[in-house]
Protein backbone atom coordinates (compact mmCIF):
# COMPACT_ATOMS: atom_id res chain seq x y z
CA UNK A 1 0.00 0.00 0.00
CA UNK A 2 3.06 2.78 0.87
CA UNK A 3 4.30 1.48 -1.71
CA UNK A 4 2.02 2.37 -4.37
CA UNK A 5 1.69 5.44 -2.77
CA UNK A 6 5.30 6.20 -2.89
CA UNK A 7 4.78 5.37 -6.60
CA UNK A 8 2.28 7.59 -7.54
CA UNK A 9 3.69 10.74 -5.42
CA UNK A 10 6.80 10.06 -7.42
CA UNK A 11 5.18 9.72 -11.08
CA UNK A 12 3.21 12.88 -9.90
CA UNK A 13 6.27 15.31 -9.25
CA UNK A 14 8.47 14.10 -12.31
CA UNK A 15 5.19 14.97 -14.55
CA UNK A 16 4.80 18.08 -12.51
CA UNK A 17 8.40 19.01 -13.01
CA UNK A 18 8.22 17.71 -16.74
CA UNK A 19 5.41 19.82 -16.89
CA UNK A 20 7.14 23.08 -15.37
CA UNK A 21 10.12 22.46 -18.37
CA UNK A 22 7.91 22.45 -21.15
CA UNK A 23 6.52 25.53 -19.49
CA UNK A 24 9.92 27.40 -19.28
CA UNK A 25 10.82 26.26 -22.96
CA UNK A 26 7.42 27.39 -24.53
CA UNK A 27 7.93 30.88 -22.49
CA UNK A 28 11.72 31.18 -23.59
CA UNK A 29 10.67 30.78 -27.04
CA UNK A 30 7.95 33.17 -26.71
CA UNK A 31 9.96 35.61 -24.82
CA UNK A 32 13.65 35.88 -26.31
CA UNK A 33 14.66 37.75 -28.79
CA UNK A 34 17.71 36.38 -29.84
CA UNK A 35 18.02 32.90 -31.70
CA UNK A 36 20.79 31.42 -29.51
CA UNK A 37 18.49 32.30 -26.57
CA UNK A 38 15.66 30.52 -27.48
CA UNK A 39 17.31 27.28 -28.94
CA UNK A 40 18.70 27.24 -25.24
CA UNK A 41 15.76 27.50 -23.95
CA UNK A 42 13.67 24.82 -26.59
CA UNK A 43 16.65 22.76 -25.77
CA UNK A 44 15.44 22.37 -21.97
CA UNK A 45 12.28 21.37 -23.04
CA UNK A 46 13.79 18.63 -25.24
CA UNK A 47 15.71 17.13 -22.86
CA UNK A 48 14.86 17.65 -18.76
CA UNK A 49 11.15 17.55 -19.94
CA UNK A 50 11.21 14.55 -21.84
CA UNK A 51 13.43 12.65 -19.20
CA UNK A 52 10.94 13.41 -16.63
CA UNK A 53 8.19 12.53 -18.72
CA UNK A 54 9.85 9.23 -19.80
CA UNK A 55 10.98 8.35 -16.45
CA UNK A 56 7.40 8.94 -14.74
CA UNK A 57 5.44 7.29 -17.41
CA UNK A 58 8.30 4.40 -16.49
CA UNK A 59 7.50 4.13 -13.10
CA UNK A 60 4.03 4.08 -13.50
CA UNK A 61 4.25 1.47 -16.15
CA UNK A 62 6.96 -1.26 -13.99
CA UNK A 63 9.08 -3.89 -16.05
CA UNK A 64 7.23 -4.33 -19.19
CA UNK A 65 7.62 -3.77 -22.39
CA UNK A 66 6.71 0.01 -22.59
CA UNK A 67 9.80 0.53 -20.36
CA UNK A 68 11.73 -0.64 -23.11
CA UNK A 69 9.91 1.45 -25.65
CA UNK A 70 10.04 4.28 -22.81
CA UNK A 71 13.76 3.62 -22.72
CA UNK A 72 14.18 3.44 -26.52
CA UNK A 73 12.15 6.92 -27.34
CA UNK A 74 14.47 8.76 -25.14
CA UNK A 75 17.47 7.85 -26.77
CA UNK A 76 16.04 8.28 -29.93
CA UNK A 77 15.22 11.74 -28.95
CA UNK A 78 18.31 12.47 -27.13
CA UNK A 79 19.99 11.48 -30.32
CA UNK A 80 18.29 13.99 -32.45
CA UNK A 81 16.74 16.96 -30.91
CA UNK A 82 20.38 18.12 -29.76
CA UNK A 83 21.81 17.50 -33.20
CA UNK A 84 18.98 19.53 -34.57
CA UNK A 85 19.83 22.09 -32.12
CA UNK A 86 23.05 22.21 -33.13
CA UNK A 87 22.49 22.52 -36.71
CA UNK A 88 19.93 25.62 -36.26
CA UNK A 89 22.65 27.29 -34.12
CA UNK A 90 25.10 26.64 -37.02
CA UNK A 91 22.78 28.13 -39.44
CA UNK A 92 22.67 31.28 -37.58
CA UNK A 93 26.62 31.32 -37.19
CA UNK A 94 26.66 31.01 -40.48
CA UNK A 95 23.89 33.41 -42.31
CA UNK A 96 23.71 35.85 -39.87
CA UNK A 97 25.84 39.27 -40.42
CA UNK A 98 24.87 40.82 -37.12
CA UNK A 99 25.60 37.90 -35.11
CA UNK A 100 28.68 40.26 -33.21
CA UNK A 101 25.90 42.39 -31.42
CA UNK A 102 24.84 39.75 -29.39
CA UNK A 103 27.40 37.57 -28.66
CA UNK A 104 31.23 36.58 -28.76
CA UNK A 105 32.81 35.34 -31.51
CA UNK A 106 35.92 33.50 -31.10
CA UNK A 107 37.77 32.44 -33.97
CA UNK A 108 38.88 29.07 -33.84
CA UNK A 109 42.31 28.96 -33.60
CA UNK A 110 42.02 31.75 -31.10
CA UNK A 111 39.67 29.32 -28.76
CA UNK A 112 42.21 26.82 -28.62
CA UNK A 113 45.05 28.53 -27.85
CA UNK A 114 42.56 30.21 -25.00
CA UNK A 115 41.87 26.97 -23.85
CA UNK A 116 45.57 25.45 -23.67
CA UNK A 117 46.47 28.54 -21.87
CA UNK A 118 44.03 27.88 -19.52
CA UNK A 119 45.50 23.99 -19.02
CA UNK A 120 48.76 25.54 -19.09
CA UNK A 121 48.00 27.80 -16.02
CA UNK A 122 45.95 25.19 -14.23
CA UNK B 1 11.25 17.39 -90.76
CA UNK B 2 11.67 21.44 -89.95
CA UNK B 3 8.62 20.71 -87.62
CA UNK B 4 10.54 17.81 -85.65
CA UNK B 5 14.11 19.86 -85.49
CA UNK B 6 11.64 22.81 -84.20
CA UNK B 7 10.49 20.21 -81.13
CA UNK B 8 13.29 19.10 -80.73
CA UNK B 9 14.78 22.71 -79.88
CA UNK B 10 11.95 23.43 -78.10
CA UNK B 11 12.23 20.02 -75.57
CA UNK B 12 15.60 21.46 -75.26
CA UNK B 13 14.40 24.83 -74.31
CA UNK B 14 16.73 26.62 -76.98
CA UNK B 15 13.40 28.15 -78.92
CA UNK B 16 10.00 29.62 -77.35
CA UNK B 17 7.09 28.13 -79.14
CA UNK B 18 5.21 31.46 -78.62
CA UNK B 19 8.24 34.29 -79.05
CA UNK B 20 7.18 34.98 -82.57
CA UNK B 21 3.46 35.21 -81.35
CA UNK B 22 4.27 37.30 -78.75
CA UNK B 23 5.95 39.23 -81.48
CA UNK B 24 3.47 40.21 -83.28
CA UNK B 25 0.59 41.12 -80.71
CA UNK B 26 1.80 43.22 -78.14
CA UNK B 27 5.96 44.68 -78.56
CA UNK B 28 7.45 44.96 -82.18
CA UNK B 29 11.01 44.17 -81.84
CA UNK B 30 12.04 42.87 -78.29
CA UNK B 31 14.61 40.52 -76.88
CA UNK B 32 13.30 37.19 -76.12
CA UNK B 33 15.28 37.63 -72.95
CA UNK B 34 13.48 40.53 -72.37
CA UNK B 35 10.63 39.05 -73.03
CA UNK B 36 11.19 36.65 -70.57
CA UNK B 37 11.62 38.34 -67.67
CA UNK B 38 9.04 40.69 -67.90
CA UNK B 39 6.85 37.61 -67.82
CA UNK B 40 8.22 36.54 -64.91
CA UNK B 41 8.08 39.94 -63.03
CA UNK B 42 4.42 41.19 -63.56
CA UNK B 43 4.18 42.02 -60.29
CA UNK B 44 6.79 44.14 -59.78
CA UNK B 45 6.22 45.80 -62.96
CA UNK B 46 2.95 46.96 -61.16
CA UNK B 47 4.48 48.50 -58.37
CA UNK B 48 6.90 50.33 -60.96
CA UNK B 49 6.01 53.25 -61.98
CA UNK B 50 7.65 54.28 -65.15
CA UNK B 51 5.38 56.80 -67.51
CA UNK B 52 6.00 54.14 -70.46
CA UNK B 53 4.47 50.92 -68.80
CA UNK B 54 0.94 53.24 -67.39
CA UNK B 55 -1.41 51.30 -70.90
CA UNK B 56 0.02 47.74 -70.14
CA UNK B 57 -0.23 48.42 -65.74
CA UNK B 58 -3.86 49.11 -66.67
CA UNK B 59 -4.21 46.48 -68.63
CA UNK B 60 -2.31 43.93 -66.26
CA UNK B 61 -4.54 45.21 -63.27
CA UNK B 62 -7.85 44.95 -65.38
CA UNK B 63 -6.19 40.82 -65.82
CA UNK B 64 -5.65 40.53 -62.09
CA UNK B 65 -9.13 41.78 -61.42
CA UNK B 66 -10.63 38.69 -63.99
CA UNK B 67 -8.52 36.05 -62.43
CA UNK B 68 -9.54 36.65 -59.23
CA UNK B 69 -13.07 37.09 -60.12
CA UNK B 70 -12.71 33.14 -62.46
CA UNK B 71 -10.64 31.79 -59.22
CA UNK B 72 -13.89 32.98 -56.48
CA UNK B 73 -16.11 31.35 -59.59
CA UNK B 74 -14.60 28.28 -59.45
CA UNK B 75 -13.78 27.77 -56.30
CA UNK B 76 -17.66 28.38 -55.19
CA UNK B 77 -18.46 26.14 -58.44
CA UNK B 78 -16.48 23.76 -57.07
CA UNK B 79 -17.91 23.93 -53.64
CA UNK B 80 -21.38 23.52 -54.78
CA UNK B 81 -20.27 20.47 -56.78
CA UNK B 82 -19.34 18.95 -53.88
CA UNK B 83 -21.77 19.67 -51.52
CA UNK B 84 -24.30 18.72 -53.94
CA UNK B 85 -22.67 15.40 -54.12
CA UNK B 86 -22.34 14.94 -49.98
CA UNK B 87 -26.13 15.63 -49.94
CA UNK B 88 -26.46 12.43 -52.28
CA UNK B 89 -24.86 10.34 -50.46
CA UNK B 90 -26.21 7.42 -48.09
CA UNK B 91 -26.68 9.44 -44.22
CA UNK B 92 -23.43 8.43 -41.84
CA UNK B 93 -24.16 6.08 -39.19
CA UNK B 94 -27.52 5.09 -40.37
CA UNK B 95 -28.10 1.51 -41.25
CA UNK B 96 -28.61 0.64 -45.07
CA UNK B 97 -27.30 -1.98 -47.54
CA UNK B 98 -25.37 0.34 -48.95
CA UNK B 99 -22.77 1.15 -46.66
CA UNK B 100 -23.14 -1.75 -44.26
CA UNK B 101 -23.01 -4.85 -46.42
CA UNK B 102 -19.38 -4.50 -47.84
CA UNK B 103 -18.04 -3.39 -44.71
CA UNK B 104 -19.79 -6.67 -42.98
CA UNK B 105 -18.33 -8.73 -45.40
CA UNK B 106 -14.86 -7.73 -45.05
CA UNK B 107 -14.75 -7.72 -41.47
CA UNK B 108 -16.57 -11.21 -41.25
CA UNK B 109 -15.05 -12.86 -43.99
CA UNK B 110 -11.73 -11.05 -44.22
CA UNK B 111 -9.45 -13.26 -42.58
CA UNK B 112 -10.37 -16.17 -44.25
CA UNK B 113 -11.01 -14.97 -47.59
CA UNK B 114 -7.38 -12.57 -47.62
CA UNK B 115 -5.42 -14.69 -44.62
CA UNK B 116 -4.43 -11.14 -43.30
CA UNK B 117 -4.93 -9.94 -39.40
CA UNK B 118 -4.60 -6.76 -40.86
CA UNK B 119 -8.23 -6.07 -41.89
CA UNK B 120 -6.78 -2.97 -43.93
CA UNK B 121 -4.14 -4.62 -45.50
CA UNK B 122 -6.61 -7.61 -46.80
CA UNK B 123 -8.55 -4.44 -48.40
CA UNK B 124 -5.79 -2.67 -49.93
CA UNK B 125 -3.93 -5.69 -51.30
CA UNK B 126 -6.42 -8.09 -51.84
CA UNK B 127 -10.35 -6.47 -52.33
CA UNK B 128 -8.71 -3.57 -53.57
CA UNK B 129 -5.57 -4.22 -55.15
CA UNK B 130 -6.58 -2.80 -58.73
CA UNK B 131 -6.86 0.81 -56.70
CA UNK B 132 -3.51 0.48 -54.92
CA UNK B 133 -2.00 -0.50 -57.87
CA UNK B 134 -3.11 2.63 -59.50
CA UNK B 135 -1.52 4.23 -57.03
CA UNK B 136 1.78 3.05 -57.13
CA UNK B 137 1.84 3.82 -61.27
CA UNK B 138 0.89 7.47 -60.05
CA UNK B 139 3.71 7.89 -58.32
CA UNK B 140 5.69 6.35 -60.56
CA UNK B 141 4.06 8.62 -63.09
CA UNK B 142 4.96 11.57 -60.95
CA UNK B 143 8.92 10.70 -60.78
CA UNK B 144 9.07 10.98 -64.72
CA UNK B 145 7.12 14.35 -64.74
CA UNK B 146 9.67 15.55 -62.16
CA UNK B 147 12.58 13.88 -64.27
CA UNK B 148 11.34 15.76 -67.10
CA UNK B 149 11.07 19.03 -65.27
CA UNK B 150 14.09 18.96 -63.30
CA UNK B 151 16.63 17.13 -65.28
CA UNK B 152 20.30 18.20 -65.69
CA UNK B 153 21.94 15.89 -68.16
CA UNK B 154 25.58 15.87 -69.87
CA UNK B 155 23.59 17.61 -73.15
CA UNK B 156 22.59 20.28 -70.88
CA UNK B 157 25.66 20.43 -68.48
CA UNK B 158 27.84 21.19 -71.71
CA UNK B 159 25.57 24.24 -73.20
CA UNK B 160 24.63 25.73 -69.95
CA UNK B 161 27.80 25.74 -67.52
CA UNK B 162 26.12 27.62 -64.83
CA UNK B 163 24.07 24.36 -63.65
CA UNK B 164 27.61 23.25 -62.82
CA UNK B 165 28.59 25.94 -60.66
CA UNK B 166 25.06 25.11 -58.97
CA UNK B 167 25.70 21.24 -58.84
CA UNK B 168 29.11 22.31 -57.18
CA UNK B 169 27.25 24.82 -55.04
CA UNK B 170 24.88 21.90 -54.08
CA UNK B 171 28.13 19.70 -53.01
CA UNK B 172 29.27 22.85 -50.67
CA UNK B 173 26.04 22.87 -49.01
CA UNK B 174 26.31 19.51 -48.00
CA UNK B 175 26.89 18.22 -44.28
CA UNK B 176 29.77 15.90 -45.46
CA UNK B 177 32.14 17.88 -43.55
CA UNK B 178 30.60 17.58 -40.21
CA UNK B 179 31.26 15.05 -38.13
CA UNK B 180 28.32 15.40 -35.54
CA UNK B 181 26.00 14.60 -38.45
CA UNK B 182 27.91 11.70 -39.87
CA UNK B 183 28.25 10.04 -36.03
CA UNK B 184 24.71 10.62 -35.59
CA UNK B 185 23.73 9.09 -39.20
CA UNK B 186 25.64 6.34 -38.31
CA UNK B 187 23.39 5.18 -35.51
CA UNK B 188 19.83 6.38 -37.00
CA UNK B 189 20.14 5.39 -40.35
CA UNK B 190 20.52 1.86 -40.02
CA UNK B 191 17.68 1.79 -37.23
CA UNK B 192 15.64 4.43 -39.38
CA UNK B 193 16.13 0.84 -41.81
CA UNK B 194 15.32 -1.56 -39.81
CA UNK B 195 12.19 0.28 -38.39
CA UNK B 196 10.85 0.16 -42.65
CA UNK B 197 11.79 -2.77 -42.96
CA UNK B 198 9.82 -3.88 -39.66
CA UNK B 199 6.47 -1.99 -40.66
CA UNK B 200 7.00 -3.02 -44.95
CA UNK B 201 7.22 -6.72 -43.60
CA UNK B 202 4.33 -6.77 -40.71
CA UNK B 203 1.61 -5.46 -43.08
CA UNK B 204 -0.12 -8.37 -43.03
CA UNK B 205 -0.62 -8.30 -39.53
CA UNK B 206 -0.31 -5.27 -37.85
CA UNK B 207 -0.81 -1.50 -38.83
CA UNK B 208 1.48 -0.76 -41.77
CA UNK B 209 2.35 -1.91 -44.96
CA UNK B 210 3.70 -1.00 -48.36
CA UNK B 211 3.38 2.79 -48.52
CA UNK B 212 4.39 3.43 -44.52
CA UNK B 213 7.24 1.43 -44.85
CA UNK B 214 8.06 2.61 -47.76
CA UNK B 215 7.99 6.43 -47.12
CA UNK B 216 9.93 5.13 -43.96
CA UNK B 217 12.74 3.62 -45.92
CA UNK B 218 12.47 6.69 -48.11
CA UNK B 219 13.10 9.12 -45.54
CA UNK B 220 15.81 7.05 -44.25
CA UNK B 221 17.51 7.26 -47.91
CA UNK B 222 17.33 10.88 -47.75
CA UNK B 223 18.86 11.47 -44.17
CA UNK B 224 21.41 9.39 -45.52
CA UNK B 225 21.91 11.77 -48.83
CA UNK B 226 22.11 14.69 -46.67
CA UNK B 227 24.83 13.59 -44.60
CA UNK B 228 27.18 11.15 -46.01
CA UNK B 229 26.65 12.90 -49.10
CA UNK B 230 25.75 12.18 -53.06
CA UNK B 231 29.38 10.69 -53.38
CA UNK B 232 28.07 7.43 -51.28
CA UNK B 233 24.77 7.32 -52.17
CA UNK B 234 25.88 7.02 -56.11
CA UNK B 235 28.05 3.73 -55.62
CA UNK B 236 24.84 1.43 -54.14
CA UNK B 237 21.70 3.68 -55.73
CA UNK B 238 22.60 5.10 -58.67
CA UNK B 239 19.49 5.98 -61.68
CA UNK B 240 19.82 2.72 -63.75
CA UNK B 241 19.40 0.57 -60.89
CA UNK B 242 16.60 2.33 -59.35
CA UNK B 243 14.69 2.60 -62.70
CA UNK B 244 15.31 -0.60 -62.99
CA UNK B 245 14.12 -1.90 -59.67
CA UNK B 246 10.96 0.51 -59.83
CA UNK B 247 10.29 -1.71 -63.29
CA UNK B 248 10.56 -5.08 -62.06
CA UNK B 249 8.55 -3.88 -58.87
CA UNK B 250 5.58 -2.91 -60.63
CA UNK B 251 5.94 -5.21 -63.17
CA UNK B 252 5.79 -8.13 -60.52
CA UNK B 253 2.81 -6.46 -59.14
CA UNK B 254 0.90 -6.00 -62.59
CA UNK B 255 1.92 -9.80 -63.48
CA UNK B 256 0.98 -11.42 -59.53
CA UNK B 257 -2.34 -9.75 -59.74
CA UNK B 258 -3.16 -10.05 -63.06
CA UNK B 259 -2.93 -13.86 -63.14
CA UNK B 260 -4.95 -13.84 -59.74
CA UNK B 261 -7.43 -11.40 -61.35
CA UNK B 262 -7.46 -13.53 -64.40
CA UNK B 263 -7.88 -17.10 -62.56
CA UNK B 264 -10.67 -15.78 -60.05
CA UNK B 265 -12.84 -13.84 -63.04
CA UNK B 266 -12.82 -17.60 -65.22
CA UNK B 267 -13.64 -19.49 -61.65
CA UNK B 268 -10.35 -21.32 -61.47
CA UNK B 269 -8.22 -22.02 -58.29
CA UNK B 270 -4.43 -19.62 -58.43
CA UNK B 271 -2.59 -22.19 -56.07
CA UNK B 272 -1.51 -19.36 -53.75
CA UNK B 273 -1.00 -20.48 -50.32
CA UNK B 274 -2.43 -18.31 -47.28
CA UNK B 275 -0.35 -19.84 -44.80
CA UNK B 276 -1.63 -19.65 -41.01
CA UNK B 277 -2.78 -15.95 -39.94
CA UNK B 278 -0.09 -14.32 -37.76
CA UNK B 279 2.81 -15.41 -39.27
CA UNK B 280 5.02 -13.74 -40.72
CA UNK B 281 5.03 -15.93 -44.24
CA UNK B 282 0.86 -15.44 -44.31
CA UNK B 283 -1.56 -13.32 -46.49
CA UNK B 284 -0.91 -14.92 -49.59
CA UNK B 285 0.20 -12.47 -52.09
CA UNK B 286 -0.24 -9.72 -49.61
CA UNK B 287 3.59 -9.81 -48.50
CA UNK B 288 5.65 -9.53 -52.11
CA UNK B 289 2.73 -7.00 -52.83
CA UNK B 290 3.76 -4.72 -50.24
CA UNK B 291 7.52 -5.45 -50.32
CA UNK B 292 6.38 -4.43 -54.38
CA UNK B 293 5.01 -1.23 -52.97
CA UNK B 294 7.84 -0.40 -50.72
CA UNK B 295 10.47 -0.58 -52.89
CA UNK B 296 8.26 1.84 -55.42
CA UNK B 297 7.60 4.52 -52.72
CA UNK B 298 11.59 4.19 -51.44
CA UNK B 299 12.63 4.89 -54.81
CA UNK B 300 10.01 7.35 -55.44
CA UNK B 301 10.76 9.46 -52.25
CA UNK B 302 14.56 9.22 -53.15
CA UNK B 303 14.43 10.05 -56.23
CA UNK B 304 11.93 13.29 -55.29
CA UNK B 305 14.75 14.36 -53.03
CA UNK B 306 17.93 13.75 -55.65
CA UNK B 307 16.12 15.67 -58.69
CA UNK B 308 15.25 18.63 -56.44
CA UNK B 309 18.60 18.57 -54.90
CA UNK B 310 21.06 18.32 -57.66
CA UNK B 311 18.91 17.34 -60.97
CA UNK B 312 19.76 13.90 -61.34
CA UNK B 313 19.24 10.95 -59.84
CA UNK B 314 22.49 9.69 -60.00
CA UNK B 315 25.43 8.96 -62.92
CA UNK B 316 23.56 11.77 -64.90
CA UNK B 317 26.15 14.01 -64.69
CA UNK B 318 29.74 14.54 -65.25
CA UNK B 319 31.75 14.41 -61.99
CA UNK B 320 34.77 16.34 -60.92
CA UNK B 321 37.77 14.69 -62.34
CA UNK B 322 36.14 14.35 -65.98
CA UNK B 323 35.15 18.30 -65.90
CA UNK C 1 -14.68 12.65 -21.80
CA UNK C 2 -10.86 14.00 -21.53
CA UNK C 3 -10.56 12.23 -24.84
CA UNK C 4 -13.26 14.16 -26.65
CA UNK C 5 -11.64 17.58 -24.86
CA UNK C 6 -8.53 16.67 -26.69
CA UNK C 7 -9.80 15.62 -29.86
CA UNK C 8 -11.79 18.94 -30.06
CA UNK C 9 -8.90 20.92 -28.97
CA UNK C 10 -6.53 18.81 -31.77
CA UNK C 11 -9.34 19.99 -34.57
CA UNK C 12 -9.57 23.23 -33.52
CA UNK C 13 -5.75 23.60 -33.68
CA UNK C 14 -5.35 21.63 -37.12
CA UNK C 15 -8.04 24.58 -38.52
CA UNK C 16 -5.89 27.48 -36.64
CA UNK C 17 -3.03 25.72 -38.93
CA UNK C 18 -4.46 25.10 -42.04
CA UNK C 19 -6.12 29.10 -42.06
CA UNK C 20 -2.78 30.34 -40.64
CA UNK C 21 -0.37 28.93 -44.03
CA UNK C 22 -2.44 30.83 -46.27
CA UNK C 23 -1.93 34.22 -44.27
CA UNK C 24 1.30 34.11 -42.81
CA UNK C 25 3.63 36.42 -45.03
CA UNK C 26 7.03 34.45 -45.24
CA UNK C 27 7.07 31.64 -47.20
CA UNK C 28 9.39 29.50 -44.71
CA UNK C 29 6.90 30.11 -41.76
CA UNK C 30 4.44 28.59 -44.11
CA UNK C 31 6.58 25.47 -44.78
CA UNK C 32 6.49 25.27 -41.09
CA UNK C 33 3.33 25.75 -39.97
CA UNK C 34 2.32 22.98 -42.41
CA UNK C 35 4.85 21.16 -40.85
CA UNK C 36 2.64 21.14 -37.68
CA UNK C 37 -0.64 20.80 -39.29
CA UNK C 38 0.83 17.17 -40.75
CA UNK C 39 2.19 16.59 -36.81
CA UNK C 40 -1.29 17.35 -35.67
CA UNK C 41 -2.83 15.29 -38.14
CA UNK C 42 -0.37 12.49 -37.49
CA UNK C 43 -1.85 12.62 -33.68
CA UNK C 44 -5.22 13.03 -34.89
CA UNK C 45 -5.07 9.56 -36.71
CA UNK C 46 -3.40 7.73 -33.75
CA UNK C 47 -6.35 8.72 -32.29
CA UNK C 48 -8.92 7.70 -34.61
CA UNK C 49 -6.89 3.97 -34.36
CA UNK C 50 -4.94 4.37 -37.87
CA UNK C 51 -1.91 3.98 -37.01
CA UNK C 52 -0.77 2.83 -40.39
CA UNK C 53 -1.95 6.27 -42.04
CA UNK C 54 -0.57 7.78 -38.25
CA UNK C 55 3.41 6.47 -39.69
CA UNK C 56 2.57 7.48 -43.43
CA UNK C 57 1.83 11.00 -42.18
CA UNK C 58 4.45 11.50 -40.40
CA UNK C 59 7.10 9.85 -42.70
CA UNK C 60 5.29 12.20 -45.91
CA UNK C 61 3.72 15.11 -44.56
CA UNK C 62 6.16 16.29 -41.40
CA UNK C 63 9.27 14.93 -43.00
CA UNK C 64 9.34 14.80 -46.99
CA UNK C 65 6.75 16.60 -48.38
CA UNK C 66 9.01 19.54 -46.02
CA UNK C 67 12.07 18.94 -47.34
CA UNK C 68 11.14 19.22 -50.67
CA UNK C 69 9.19 22.26 -49.92
CA UNK C 70 12.22 23.74 -48.46
CA UNK C 71 14.84 22.44 -51.51
CA UNK C 72 12.04 24.41 -53.78
CA UNK C 73 12.33 27.49 -51.51
CA UNK C 74 16.12 27.54 -51.94
CA UNK C 75 15.76 27.65 -55.40
CA UNK C 76 13.60 30.07 -55.83
CA UNK C 77 15.57 32.23 -54.10
CA UNK C 78 18.61 31.65 -56.12
CA UNK C 79 16.57 32.30 -59.62
CA UNK C 80 15.40 35.79 -57.73
CA UNK C 81 19.13 36.56 -56.99
CA UNK C 82 20.36 35.87 -60.08
CA UNK C 83 17.76 37.60 -62.15
CA UNK C 84 17.93 40.64 -59.70
CA UNK C 85 21.92 40.91 -60.00
CA UNK C 86 21.35 40.74 -64.06
CA UNK C 87 19.15 43.70 -63.59
CA UNK C 88 21.83 45.36 -61.34
CA UNK C 89 24.60 45.06 -63.41
Known amino acids: MTLEWIRFFAVAVLLLGAVLSFLSAVAGVFRFGFVMNRIHAAGIGDTLGLFCTALALGIAA ?23 THFVGQAEYFTNPELKKHLRVLPPEEETNEEEGRTDAG | MKAK ?28 AELKREKRHINRRIDSSKAEHRVERAEEKGFYALYTLVAVVSCVFLIGILLFTISSLPRYGVENPETTEVVRRYVENGLEETGAVNIVAGMILDYRAFDTLGESHVLFTALICVTILLRIDNKNMQSRYEDYFKIRMERYHELTGESIAKIVGMVLIPSIFLYGIYVLLNGQNGPGGGFSGGTVMGAGLIIFAATYGFDCVDRVFTAKRLNLLTFCALGFYSFAKGYVFFMGQNGYENHIPKGTPGAILSGGLILPLDIAVGLVVACTMFGFYSLFRRGSIGGGWKSDREL | MLAEIIKVLLLLLLIVCAVSVNFTKSL ?62
Open chain 1, 62 to 84: GPSMHLLKLVLLVLFLWFTSPVS
Open chain 3, 28 to 89: LQSVIIFMAYSSIMCIIWVLMESPDLAITEAAVGAGISSVLFLLTLRKIRETDRGEDGGEEA
Open chain 2, 5 to 32: ETFLKWLDGDFDLLAHVADTDEHPDPGR
